[in-house]
């Protein structure tokens, strides 16, 4: 299974078996920043949720660039209208 990079830095992560009492556990932790997910007792679905976490960052920063670029555009619309005479 695939694991993608990390949310935060873009670093390599990596899937990391830990033994906690009696039974086995997984973590992801990225090699650079040592960000880490919480501990899982299934190791696929610690790596999917890892992976989610990069999409849920990836799907912020389009929200974030969108709210950003709204009133952008709400600016260039009047500034367009003002500039062809038109009032709104
Ligand atoms: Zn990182």
Do not use: H, Y
């Amino acid at each position: 299974m695939k694991l993608e990079k990390c949310p935060c830095c873009l670093g390599e992560a990596e899937l990391a078996e830990l033994a906690v009492g009696n039974s086995e556990m997984w973590q992801v932790t990225c090699t650079s920043c040592g960000l880490s997910s919480e501990l899982d007792d299934d190791k696929v679905f610690s790596a999917e949720r890892w992976n989610k976490r990069l999409e849920r960052s990836r799907l912020k920063m389009w929200v974030t660039l969108l709210a950003a670029f709204i009133p952008f555009l709400v600016v260039s619309a009047f500034l367009a209208g003002s500039f062809l005479g038109l009032r709104l």
